[in-house]
Nanobody
């Protein structure tokens, strides 16, 4: 069974940086159609932050463009999210996702808390 485990969250001040990591139990990121990071703030719906396809095309939410960067290391079975110039509105639980369209499989991590103080 595939497991995704996020790490790297924490409490930082506005303007600082964090790098989130998502380690998979197997080689899921090399075969997933699309992988990404989502976040959910208190009282809000989960929203897409950034995605990266199997052929390394990336997309970002408008709110994080120019500040966040998604990357993947297939050899380490790890997905990353580099977050720079953090803002209080980035405060949320961040989740890692891997989707395999041809298998109808969708996997989620347990989430990691990011809190940005002003």
């Amino acid at each position: 069974q595939v497991q995704l485990v996020e790490s790297g969250g924490g409490l930082v001040q506005a303007g600082e940086s964090l790098r989130l990591s998502c380690e998979a139990s197997g080689s899921i990121f090399s075969i997933a159609t699309i992988t990404g990071w989502y976040r959910q703030a208190p009282g809000k719906q989960r929203e897409l932050v950034a995605t990266i396809t199997r052929d390394s095309r990336t997309t970002y939410a408008d709110s994080v463009k120019g500040r966040f960067s998604i990357s993947r290391d297939n050899a380490k079975n790890t997905l990353y999210l580099q977050m720079n110039s953090l803002k209080p509105q980035d405060t949320a639980v961040y989740y890692c996702n891997a989707n395999i369209l041809f298998a109808g499989a969708d996997y989620w991590g347990q989430g990691t808390q990011v809190t940005v103080s002003s």
